[in-house]
């Protein structure tokens, strides 16, 4: 079992900027991949970045340049550094972890990006 719980969401103006966090009850260096995923009013979760034990990294195209997945194995902790944020960013950014065959997710937290 892991829990999840995400951090340092809120209210930006667009161009500004946000850290979001993610903390988990498991070791982050024995999780196969973690992850953030979003989802917007009215459609579906998409995903935002993934990296994975291996020192994979990937971005939604969306967010290329823009957004930075890190992971501390140390304080066990997953982040996401966003800038440059643009009002359609704004959404609900769940926290994602896949362990041993599960897939594990946060209680999200709001970004809201303003014109």
């Known amino acids: 079992q892991v829990r999840l719980v995400e951090s340092g969401g809120g209210l930006v103006q667009a161009g500004g900027s946000l850290r979001l966090s993610c903390a988990s009850s498991?070791?982050?260096?024995?999780?196969?991949?973690m992850g953030w995923y979003r989802q917007a009013p009215g459609k579906q979760r998409e995903i935002v970045a993934l990296?994975?034990?291996?020192?994979?990294?990937n971005y939604a195209d969306a967010v290329k340049g823009r957004f930075t997945i890190s992971r501390d194995n140390a304080k066990n902790t997953l982040n996401l550094e966003m800038n440059s944020l643009k009002p359609e960013d704004t959404a609900v950014y769940y926290c994602y972890s896949h362990l041993a065959g599960t897939n594990y997710w946060g209680q999200g937290t709001q970004v809201t990006v303003s014109t």
């Open positions: 498991a070791s982050t260096g024995r999780i196969e991949a």
């Open positions: 990296i994975t034990t291996a020192g994979g990294v």
